[in-house]
């Protein structure tokens, strides 16, 4: 009688920390978090010790220690999971001096995907992009979204008072909220400018983004920004649901994503959503029917010295508040519900599951026997 394979044993996982503490207030940040909930869930150990026992690692940033931390787990014969959580496009126009080195960081991420067995990201959309030969990315390629914690980022009843009394608002003030780092790529420049035309309604962003990065006009966009554009700056995830529970409108003007962890958040609180029309969305997220959208101009269009910017910038503002105010008036369809029911889609609870076939699928669970 044919003796049945040992039952794997628990996972121990490395997510190291090192370098990744950089980006702790970032959405790389937030996806790790993800990932430990994740690795959690499914009864596996989370460990943060390189030089410790760990049966695979997950890898998620672009700093000079992740090539350190594969190359010990090539030597330790040791499963790599890659997360490819950026590309050149969502590089550009970001940081300081990001376009002209964005050619060069997709050479150097390119570098770190292909040190993996197996490469995630987290959306369709991504994968095509890295899939270019330019990559030179051999190793499978699979899809996992980040996931959304639906279960923890719901409706709060009372929201919208706690969140007009924190700012000392009164409780018929319309709101409208993004979250973000401060950069052109996140729509910055179109969401100061709309905040600008339409002084009866306050606009909340959250993020921070450290001084040193901000480019040279979004630091002056933000300086001169109208009275009615608040910058709370980067708060607790308590907070965070608070805003998207209390505001009146999640309004993410970004130009470029390979998946937005914020904008799950927000629908899964049931915040109505007015979102770029962009590539990554636009089967997935269909306008009229899970969110509604308005279009947004490139980055090199409003950005500074592009011949005709502030006519570009001051177009993008008319038409974005005009959608805006309808969406705030109920002239809108109300998507909330089929917002939430996507949100779910993605909740950690399949993208846990997905995680583990992704184990299963690469040897890391036949290496645990």
């Avoid at 050149?88 to 993996?116: H, K, M, Q, V």
């Avoid at 177009?315 to 005009?322: E, G, M, R, T």
Wanted: contains cysteine; charged residues 20%; positive net charge.
């Amino acid at each position: 009688m044919a003796t049945a394979p040992p039952s794997p044993r628990p996972l121990r996982v490395l997510i190291p920390r090192g370098m990744a503490r950089l980006a702790t207030q970032s959405g790389i940040g937030e996806a790790i978090r993800h990932q430990q909930r994740a690795v959690s869930s499914l009864g596996h150990q989370v460990v943060t010790n390189p030089f410790g026992p760990f049966d695979a690692v997950h890898l998620n940033t672009p700093f000079p220690d992740t090539p350190l931390l594969a190359a010990l787990a090539h030597l330790r014969r040791r499963p790599i999971l890659v997360w490819a959580h950026s590309t050149e496009d969502d590089f550009r126009d970001s940081f300081t001096g990001a376009n002209r080195l964005a050619p060069w960081f997709r050479r150097w991420i390119a570098a770190i995907y292909r040190r993996g067995d197996a490469v995630i990201t987290p959306t369709e959309y991504a994968r095509t992009l890295i899939s270019d030969r330019r990559y030179g990315i051999r190793q499978p390629i699979h899809v996992l979204s980040n996931g959304v914690d639906t279960a923890f980022f719901s409706p709060r009843p009372g929201a919208r008072a706690v969140l007009r009394e924190r700012f000392g608002l009164p409780l018929r003030t319309p709101v409208v909220m993004c979250v973000g780092l401060l950069m052109v790529r996140k729509g910055i420049l179109e969401w100061v400018e709309t905040a600008r035309a339409m002084p009866h309604v306050t606009f909340l962003w959250y993020g921070r983004t450290d001084p040193r990065l901000i480019t040279a006009e979004v630091a002056a966009e933000v300086a001169a920004a109208p009275p009615n554009a608040l910058f709370p700056g980067y708060v607790s995830r308590e907070v965070l649901r608070e805003a998207y529970s209390g505001a009146d409108a999640f309004c993410f003007l970004t130009k470029e994503e390979t998946e937005g962890i914020v904008l799950l958040e927000a629908l899964s609180c049931g915040a109505p959503t007015l979102l770029a029309d962009i590539p990554i969305y636009g089967d997935w997220l269909p306008d009229g029917e899970v969110v509604h959208k308005v279009p947004v101009p490139r980055a090199k269009d409003v950005s500074s010295g592009a011949p005709f910017a502030r006519e570009h910038l001051l177009a993008a503002a008319s038409v974005i508040s005009a959608r805006l105010q309808a969406l705030l008036d109920g002239e809108l369809a109300d998507l909330r519900n089929a917002g939430r029911r996507a949100a779910e889609e993605v909740d950690m609870r399949p993208v846990a599951q997905r995680l583990q076939e992704i184990y299963d699928a690469s040897g890391v669970t036949a290496r645990s026997r």
